[in-house]
């Protein structure tokens, strides 16, 4: 039902086109909770149930952006819904896994963090495509990141609640990746450049800060992880057109 909602989107004038896409991702919001009501505890109302709606918005705000050729527009609806199938099947697991302890925990944060990592890529691009000013991008890049953090590290523990300390760690690394935006704005980098770089910032962050919670951080992981932002940083750096 929402994949065709998906490509109904394009139909909409353009005045209520984004009335039409908040709508659809409460749509998915509301029928994730339908899905998963049984197992639904109170918090996951904030933690599992954001990620299928951002999912939705982001990718009706990218589709947007698209050239009008149905070829690219047919992979796209085929992209999203084997992206929502996938995360779907990941809350699932996840409001199991807070209730009591099943095997595929693993594997679905590995998944769940490719899937925040797209929805992130997509957000990202929608906002710099807008081509506001660097204050705006930051402050939007800073509260999509916060909602996408958040869950994310609550995956870790699968708690009843959320800790003060998930609360502060999402804060800050929103307010992190709402800075880079902030300054990425300023060099003179394509969209997708841009999109990359911040991806690749929201990926170190996730990763070092999971392994955190987990117990796990070990020098040769952090290390690992440097060497990736470092690399990237150097790429990014040549990348831009400084004239």
Do not use: H
């Not at 659809?24 to 994730?32: D, I, P, R």
């Not at 990941?90 to 302890?101: G, K």
């Not at 290390?223 to 004239?243: C, H, P, S």
């Amino acid at each position: 039902m929402l994949t065709p909602g998906l490509l109904a989107t394009q139909f909409i004038d353009a005045d209520y086109r984004y009335w039409v896409i908040l709508a659809l991702g409460l749509v998915t919001y509301f029928f994730t909770a339908f899905c998963l009501r049984e197992d639904l505890k109170k918090i996951s109302w904030l933690v599992n149930l954001p990620l299928p709606a951002l999912y939705t918005i982001s990718m009706a705000l990218f589709y947007f952006l698209l050239p009008e050729v149905w070829l690219s527009r047919i992979l796209i609806l085929i992209f999203y819904g084997l992206g929502m199938y996938a995360i779907l099947l990941i809350e699932n697991i996840f409001t199991i896994a807070a209730v009591r302890t099943i095997p595929l925990v693993r594997a679905a944060q590995a998944v769940g963090c490719l899937m925040t990592l797209v929805t992130a890529f997509l957000f990202y691009d929608t906002i710099f495509s807008f081509k506001l000013n660097a204050l705006i991008n930051g402050t939007l890049v800073l509260v999509v990141s916060f909602i996408l953090i958040l869950a994310s590290l609550w995956s870790v523990s699968f708690d009843y609640y959320l800790e003060k300390k998930i609360i502060n760690y999402g804060l800050v690394l929103g307010l992190v990746m709402g800075q880079m935006s902030f300054f990425i704005s300023f060099w003179p980098l394509t969209i997708t450049a841009v999109s990359l770089f911040l991806v690749a910032a929201l990926y170190i962050l996730l990763g070092i800060t999971q392994n955190y919670f987990s117990g796990r951080l070990f020098e040769n992981t952090f290390r690992e992880y440097l060497q990736v932002g470092i690399i990237v940083l150097i790429i990014i750096f040549f990348l831009a057109r400084w004239g």
